[in-house]
């Protein structure tokens, strides 16, 4: 698996949120770090594989929060030394479905895959309702694409199933395969298997590919009777950076940080560090002139988040600040704060301030949980 890492527009669509896919064989942090400040992301679905998974810890050095999600287990199968069996239920179909096929499919979806959980259900920034959508517009966008063969599975006059399938780099891979509640059991399902199985060594592809979460038990059972073997597995990370995301229109306003500022606030913490009050000093360390203390910044959120949003009540249950840039004194810096969480009925609120300076980059980010408090 080589480092792969790209916008994925489909999803982000769907989950009105700039999602970033990501898959390493080996952590390249600077990368990674990179495309998720460039492109304002909000979510990273990091993949590694499980043999790697000692790297994760690396993750700490992004400051964004992160988890695993779930783990991917592939099954391989070689058609060189495998040979398909034969159907069990004769009375089975299968059609290439075309565009007018979208609706009926879409129905299938609904019905088969209500309850089923993946990596998107153990995010609590995902909207759970278009998870389903997802899977409708996987199978869907499968329909008479090159490369990508979609069948309806009928029993009799009636649609069943589906199956979808692909082919990349002459190696096959079965997709999402899906049977109706009412029609499972009887060696449907496995004769969907040995279809698609059938199907590919008959184009003349010598191995096939198919993948779900570890604990989908039941289908690697069926995989595991008809010739695949589990070769690889992968860990599933979101990392919630949350640049773009909000429940709430963007909050913007200007700070400016005074000299004063910087005098006041080393009075009041003790830190008299040169680095704050003396350029040639602050000079030598790399910087343009002395800089401001890092939590003058989080004076003025308390100040704003106390007084104005959430408002009066208002308290810091914790805070995380990531620095990428100084903070000078005597320039103006523009405040964005968004929201990409919050409970209306405990009155909890994530907020992410970010700070950029003149010339639009940005300085420092602030994840900021609060909890207005109510009079009694």
């Known amino acids: 698996m080589n480092n792969i890492i ?40 990091l993949r590694i594989p499980c043999e790697n998974l000692p790297q994760i ?3 700490e050095t992004l400051g964004f929060s992160y988890f695993q999600t779930d783990t991917l287990v592939y099954y391989y199968v070689n058609f060189d030394n495998y040979t398909p069996l034969e159907l069990r239920n004769k ?12 609706p009926l499919l879409g129905s299938l979806v ?6 089923y959980t993946n990596h998107y259900n153990t995010n609590p920034f995902i909207e759970k309702h278009n998870i389903l959508e997802g899977y409708k517009e996987w199978v869907i966008d499968f329909i008479e694409k090159e490369n990508k063969y979609v069948f309806l599975v009928n029993k009799g006059n009636k649609t069943i199933g ?40 008959d184009m003349g592809i010598g191995k096939m590919k198919v993948s779900t979460q570890v604990q989908n038990y039941a289908v690697q059972k069926v995989w595991s009777r008809e010739g695949f073997f589990m070769m690889k597995s992968y860990a599933t990370i979101h990392i919630n950076s949350l640049l773009n995301y909000s429940r709430i229109p963007n909050i913007n306003f ?49 100040k704003y988040f106390g007084m104005e949003f959430p408002g009066n009540g208002t ?25 990409p969480y919050f409970d209306e009925v405990k009155n909890i609120y994530k907020c992410l301030v970010k700070i950029y300076d003149g010339q639009n980059e940005l300085c420092l980010l602030s994840y900021n949980d609060l909890i207005k408090k109510q009079p009694a």
């Open 162 to 201: 589906f199956a979808t399938c692909t082919v990349e780099n002459g190696e096959a891979e079965g997709v999402l395969y899906g049977v109706l509640p009412e029609a499972a059991g009887g060696g449907v399902y496995s004769d969907i298997i040995r279809y698609t199985q059938s199907f590919m060594k």
């Open 254 to 302: 200007d700070i400016f940080i005074t000299d004063d500022d910087i005098k006041n606030y080393g009075t009041l913490s003790g830190d008299i560090n040169p680095v704050h009050f003396d350029d040639e000093f602050a000079k030598k360390l790399g910087f343009l002139q002395r800089i401001s203390h890092g939590l003058i910044a989080n004076a003025e959120m308390s």
């Open 6 to 45: 790209f916008k994925s527009e489909k999803e982000s669509a769907r989950f009105n949120m700039n999602i970033l896919r990501a898959s390493m064989e080996s952590l390249n942090l600077r990368e990674l770090g990179q495309s998720i400040i460039e492109n304002q992301i909000d979510l990273t679905i």
């Open 91 to 102: 009375d089975l179909s299968f059609i290439p479905a075309v565009s007018g096929d979208a």
């Open 110 to 115: 609904d019905q088969i895959f209500p309850g």
């Open 57 to 59: 810890s690396k993750l």
């Open 315 to 339: 308290l810091f249950m914790s805070y995380y600040y990531k620095f990428l840039k100084p903070l000078y004194p005597n320039q103006n810096y523009k405040v964005v704060i968004t929201v």
